[in-house]
């Protein structure tokens, strides 16, 4: 009995790894894909990792991929910098870049950035390092987008205050604005999930904002009109494939009613 059970348990374990494949293949070869990739920090011996990354999904032709930095980290520009043909969003925190010595760099890192209680004694990581507003004009130069990130990186939700919503959402692209002489039409509030937003600002981003972009994964085919925008955070130590799984909408299914609340949300 214990064996004929066993060889069941093996077969249906079998038929769902296959249901899953071809659930994947149906994915990658019916529905085009249009995503955003959030990244952040860009470790020294990652630069190549994306490299090879953006190769490999380019090789995938039913995926269009758009690269979103946030935060703002110097480590970023050495990997535009190996990589000539990308064109990517940069999301500023403009309070990081203007904050005045290494102390309040790494308060502002760990505090509003992580989201973190306390700050370690040792110094903040190199590859943390805000980028200067030369960087950014140098940025520009090269055909990137510079897009708002608010000012000091809150939690928009947990703000009382409409004052201190429209400082943060509109403040922060009008200063870049100000700063770099060029339009910013793009946003990205800070966390990227459903909690840390809510319908007044919403309302204020669609106010002074083409887009508005999310840290909810999903496809932007076929949507290239709406404000709102999914993205895909990734982390560059998982595997290619996996990378590839998610962006072909493997877990999409998981965050369709995130989805669904922050369109109603964004009306
Ligand atoms: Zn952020």
New binding site residues.
């Given amino acids: 009995m214990t064996m004929v059970a066993n060889s069941c348990w093996g077969s249906l374990k079998f038929s769902r790894k296959l249901t899953f494949w071809l659930l994947h293949r149906f994915f990658q070869r019916q529905r085009p894909q249009q995503r955003l990739i959030i990244l952040?920090t860009i470790e020294a011996n990652h630069c190549s990792k994306l490299t090879n990354l953006l190769d490999y999904l380019g090789k995938q032709r039913h995926l269009a991929l758009t690269v979103t930095f946030?935060?703002g980290y110097r480590s970023t520009m050495d990997a535009v910098q190996a990589l000539p043909s990308l064109r990517a969003v940069f999301?500023i925190?403009p309070a990081y870049l203007d904050t005045p010595d290494s102390v309040a760099r790494k308060h502002f890192l760990y505090r509003q950035?992580l989201d973190r209680n306390t700050v370690p004694s040792e110094p903040a990581p190199v590859s943390m390092t805000p980028l200067r507003w030369d960087d950014l004009h140098e940025l520009q130069r090269n055909g990137h987008v510079i897009g708002a990130?608010t000012l000091t990186?809150r939690h928009l939700s947990r703000i009382d205050s409409v004052r201190e919503l429209e400082r943060e959402i509109i403040g922060s692209g009008d200063l870049l604005e100000e700063r770099l002489n060029c339009p910013i039409q793009w946003f990205?509030y800070?966390?990227?999930g459903l909690a840390s937003i809510d319908e007044r600002a919403c309302k204020i981003i669609a106010r002074r904002y083409r887009y508005l972009c999310t840290g909810i994964r999903g496809n932007n085919h076929g949507r290239d009109g709406h404000p709102v925008r999914w993205r895909d955070a990734i982390d560059l130590n998982w595997p290619d494939r996996y990378i590839a799984f998610l962006l072909s909408g493997g877990l999409d299914w998981a965050y369709l009613r995130q989805r669904r609340q922050m369109m109603r949300m964004a009306g």
Avoid: V
């Fill in positions: 952040h946030d935060d999301f925190c950035l990130h990186h990205a800070p966390f990227g």
